[in-house]
């Protein structure tokens, strides 16, 4: 499965970002293959309105299957379930807490 988890800088030491549509960068992971890429958001960011639906069809355009961040807007939302993207919510603030609470399970899905 391939995630996409909303962080705040390219450095392998960055924290996630709460915010999705503005978030500046996404840490792409192969959950099978742990396989990393990171995925630069700058685009979106830099939109007047409308950042978080572009950066959903963003990451549907990256073909993720779930998305870890801390809030998604309504409109985004939407974005990511005609996708078929799950979302995820976590209060980590480290990328690797965040890994592992979704590989095991415990991490809260957003509707």
């Not at 309105?49 to 549907?60: D, I, K, S």
């Not at 990511?80 to 603030?93: D, E, H, W, Y």
């Amino acid at each position: 499965m391939k995630i996409a988890i909303s962080i705040t800088g390219r450095e392998s030491s960055s924290t996630i970002d709460s915010r999705f549509g503005r978030a500046l960068f996404f840490k792409i992971v192969e959950t099978e293959s742990g396989e990393e890429s990171v995925f630069d958001n700058s685009t979106s960011t830099e939109a007047s309105h409308g950042a978080g639906m572009q950066t959903a069809q963003a990451l549907a355009r990256q073909d993720v299957s779930a998305v870890v961040t801390g809030q998604v807007g309504p409109k985004a939302m939407n974005v990511l379930k005609a996708a078929k993207i799950r979302v995820f919510s976590t209060n980590s603030t480290r990328v690797e807490d965040a890994l592992e609470e979704f590989r095991s399970g415990n991490m809260q899905e957003l509707s």
